[in-house]
Each structure stands twice: as C-alpha cells, then as structure tokens.
C-alpha cells in the first residue's frame, strides 16, 4: 500500500491538529495503520498504532489521553487528532502500514510500508 501524509504545521502549545495519512492500493482494510515519529538524530517511534478493523489501539506513554488514532477503511485513510500539543511532540510524523490477521498484537508488528511524513512544529 502506497501512503501519504499530510496535515502538519506550525502550532502553539495547547493547540489540536489532525493528521491524515491516505492509502492507496486494495489491502488497506486488511492492515494495521501506525503513526510514528522522528526528530533528528533520535530513533523513529511508535505514536499510536489501530488494528485493521479499528476495535483495537495502542498509544505511545507520551501522548496517551492527549491523541487519538481512527481510520475510515471507506475512504482508505487514518487519522491522528492531536489535542493539547507540547513542545515535546514536535517532529516528522510517519504513517505506516502492514497487512495482518485479523488479530495482532499491534506492539509487535514489523511495518512494511510507510509515508513521507509530515512536519509538526509546536511552539512555546
């Protein structure tokens, strides 16, 4: 499956924003989505993470009651909304995706493809 990213900006602390990463391809509805992210020179890590039928999610300690992830297998896309944004949460945002069973244990996937990323910068 092909990803794009998009939704990044410029925010203030305390600010929202959502992310959006659309599919393309026919096995969207039979993979997981995970939003990761980046800052330089530190490892890519795991934001949140849906299972291919929604019922079940996994969040990074950081963000957990702050962010949300959903999907529409409709439209082929994900979403992160993200609420009361910190400095700290400035970064790349990466979707990705893997094609699983029905039931997996989103923490111990191995992603297969991934976006491009989008840039979020939040400012103090």
């Known amino acids: 499956v092909q990803l794009q990213a998009s939704g990044g900006g410029l925010v203030q602390a305390g600010d929202s924003l959502r992310l959006s990463c659309a599919a393309s391809?026919?096995?969207?509805?039979?993979?997981?989505m995970g939003w990761f992210r980046q800052v330089p020179g530190q490892e890519r890590v795991l934001v949140a993470a849906?299972?291919?039928?929604?019922?079940?999610?996994i969040y990074g300690d950081s963000v957990k009651g702050r962010f949300t992830i959903s999907r529409d297998n409709d439209k082929k896309t994900v979403y992160l909304q993200m609420n009361n944004l910190r400095p700290e949460d400035t970064a790349v945002y990466y979707c990705?995706?893997?094609?699983?069973?029905?039931?997996?244990?989103?923490?111990?996937?191995?992603?297969?493809?991934w976006g491009q990323g989008t840039l979020v910068t939040v400012s103090s």
């Open positions: 990705a995706a893997k094609q699983t069973i029905l039931t997996v244990d989103l923490s111990q996937i191995t992603w297969d493809d």
């Open positions: 391809g026919r096995t969207f509805s039979r993979s997981a």
């Open positions: 849906i299972s291919r039928g929604g019922s079940n999610t």
